[in-house]
């Protein structure tokens, strides 16, 4: 009896019943078990069973296409705001390139990560070394940021006032599969656009910009940007330990701690640090702070006084190495006056956050990429993911948040361009003094949501590392902290209207009017409902805050947030819109400017009217919060 169930239980698997019904296959299961447990027999199953435990299922990967060819937008977007002959010229180049980022540049950065780096301390005989070793594939991404001239084409102005363009739109395809190299471009880029305008007697530092934006792997140099102190935080004033004592021949000695350093394996690097007087004191606060370059190397190629205390073990962005540095007699030069670090090393903080506005956008399109592909291969209920509806509105929606975001930054790149070629109006040097903060807010808390919804268009897969997703999602993590957290950037965007007196946002409404206005009227009447939002928007927050200044001002404060957001919306709503009522556009260019305007453009006003930011709603947050805390009073 018990050979003939056995049997039985073969001619099922053979002939596939058992997965038409598992309570069949329970049934026969525990009936064996009986019999074996009766007949006191050893239980031989078949190879054949022991095989079927492995199942023969398999998915096929979504594949990654070229990343210029498959971005509509971008490729529509640059075809709109260049000249027609720099457009075929840049085109050409994005064309290629985005070839090479699919493959590849795509392995090398898959392998980085897999390859992290590693400090070791001493060498074998005991002598300390600091050495970060990093893998080959981190150094051919380095090499190919030379050959692809993704530092130099900002410099080089072949295309004059669209050559940040450009660069950014080169960047923006690089990024997400550079294995985070993208990372210490930005602050090469910082540093390039410092030193472009050093002193002339300073050979030292010309020869360091050469260096910066060679296309020469042999000759390119990378810049570090060490900032944060012990006490961390976006408070360099207060946070800022470092000193540094005048030499005879003009340089300075840097003393101090490092505690968070980026691309620690650069060349050189800009740092803060506070001068000492003939009796070692030292001024406190921002006004203390000096601008100091300094390379990493000395002429006998050891460390230049510096002593690497360990790698920062971190969420994401493993690949890249961030490092604890104490300086201990590192020789500098100043290049800035007295006093004037924070505002000298201002440009370098402008750039790394356009740099991180595109690092935010270029993953929103990467999960997008492989998930739209993913949907014409992955099966569920029968049917193939894009024919189902309720998941192609998912991928819709997160497409829209994408091109809104890459619309800030085109517009950012647009407006530096024009910028650095002495061509940009007073309201287009207000305007991107204003945008750069809010893009790079707005965008990073963006790239958090759009990538972790992505993760579930993979289901389980989306969470398993061997398919170089989840990096993606911890990656992105660290975008809304770098170069100022969310709310550090809001209070900045809140110091930018206040402290130009009001001009940065007449500014800002001169130019989203203007561009609404004329959509307006290209589109003779299509666009005019989601014109009319926009202004609406736009008004509504604008009441706010003139209200709120004039009235209310412990509001502003508490509001900066959804202050911040509100300008982020509406500027790309009339991006957006832009973009729709150009000749080329087509209808699904206005589905996405009118699905952009569907959500509530102006957050700042909302919470207003409903008495969001009075002091009443400012204790119920205190109470909410810390209620239960053993400090609470």
């Known amino acids: 009896m018990f050979s003939s169930s056995l049997s039985a239980l073969r001619q099922q698997i053979y002939r596939g019943s058992i997965y038409r019904s598992r309570n069949k296959l329970i049934i026969c299961v525990l009936n064996i078990k009986r019999q074996f447990k009766s007949h006191n027999t050893v239980l031989q199953v078949s190879s054949e069973f022991q095989h079927s435990k492995s199942g023969s299922f398999h998915q096929n990967a979504p ?52 390859n992290q780096p590693i400090l070791q301390h001493y060498d074998a005989w005991g002598r300390r070394v600091d050495e970060i070793k990093t893998s080959q594939e981190w150094k051919n991404l380095k090499a190919i940021s030379a050959e692809e001239g993704l530092i130099s084409i900002g410099y080089e102005n072949k295309h004059h006032e669209w050559s940040r363009l450009h660069q950014i739109s080169k960047l923006y395809l690089f990024s997400p599969s550079s294995g985070l190299y993208s990372c210490p471009l930005a602050m090469t880029d910082g540093a390039a656009k410092i030193l472009k305008d050093a002193p002339v007697s300073e050979k030292v530092l010309k020869n360091a910009y050469k260096h910066l934006t060679s296309r020469d792997p042999k000759e390119f140099w990378t ?64 006004k203390g702070l000096s601008l100091f370059y300094l390379e990493t190397r000395d002429i006998k190629g050891g460390l230049n006084g510096i002593q690497i205390q360990r790698l920062k073990n971190k969420l994401g962005t493993r690949q890249l190495p961030t490092a604890e540095l104490l300086l201990d007699g590192s020789s500098s030069l100043k290049i800035s006056d007295y006093g004037k ?84 109006s007073e309201n287009d040097e207000l305007v991107l003094r204003l945008l750069t903060s809010i893009t790079k807010l707005y965008t990073a808390k963006q790239a958090v949501q759009v990538v972790s919804e992505g993760l579930e268009c993979f289901g389980g897969q989306g969470y398993i590392e061997d398919t170089g997703l989840p990096g993606l999602l911890r990656d992105v993590q660290v975008l809304p902290i770098w170069e100022g957290t969310t709310n550090i950037l809001s209070l900045d965007v809140l110091r930018a209207i206040t402290k130009s ?126 209620k239960g805390h053993p400090q609470y009073e």
């Open 341 to 424: 670090g924070v505002s000298s090393i201002s440009q370098m903080l402008t750039m790394t956050r356009i740099h991180n506005s595109l690092f935010s956008v270029a993953p929103m399109r990467r999960i997008l990429s492989f998930a739209r592909d993913y949907a014409t291969k992955r099966v569920a209920f029968q049917k193939y993911l894009i024919q189902h509806p309720l998941h192609m509105r998912t991928l819709a929606t997160m497409e829209v948040e994408t091109r809104a975001g890459l619309s800030l930054v085109l517009e950012i790149a647009r407006l530096l361009g024009l910028q650095e070629n002495g061509k940009a």
């Open 501 to 626: 007196k009001g001009m940065v946002i007449n500014a800002f409404c001169d130019i989203v009017m203007k561009k609404i206005s004329d959509a307006r009227a290209q589109s003779r009447g299509n666009l005019s409902g989601v014109c009319d939002i926009v202004e609406k928007n736009l008004r509504k927050t604008v009441e706010f805050l003139q209200e709120a200044a004039e009235e209310r001002p412990e509001y502003l404060e508490i509001a900066a947030r959804d202050l911040a957001y509100s300008l982020a919306r509406v500027y790309a709503g009339a991006l957006l819109t832009e973009h729709a009522s150009w000749s080329e556009a087509d209808e699904y260019d206005v589905a996405v400017a009118k699905r952009w305007c569907l959500q509530d453009l102006s957050p700042v006003s909302h919470c207003h009217v409903s008495d969001g930011y009075s002091s009443g709603e400012t204790s119920v947050d205190y109470e909410i919060t810390m």
């Open 223 to 286: 810049s570090g940007q060490w900032m944060t102190e012990r006490k961390g935080g976006s408070d360099v004033g207060g946070g800022t330990e470092t000193i540094a004592q005048a030499q005879e021949d003009g340089t300075y000695k840097l003393y101090g701690y490092k505690w968070f350093s980026s691309a620690t394996d650069a060349e050189m690097t800009l740092t803060l640090a506070r001068i000492c007087d003939s009796q070692g004191c030292t001024e406190a606060g921002s």
């Open 63 to 114: 594949t990654l296409e070229n990343q210029y060819l498959g971005d509509v937008f971008l490729k529509a977007s640059l075809k709109r705001i260049l000249p027609s002959e720099v457009f075929n010229d840049v085109s050409k180049d994005l064309k290629r390139f985005g070839e090479r980022v699919a493959g590849e540049i795509y392995e090398l950065g898959y392998h980085a990560e897999l």
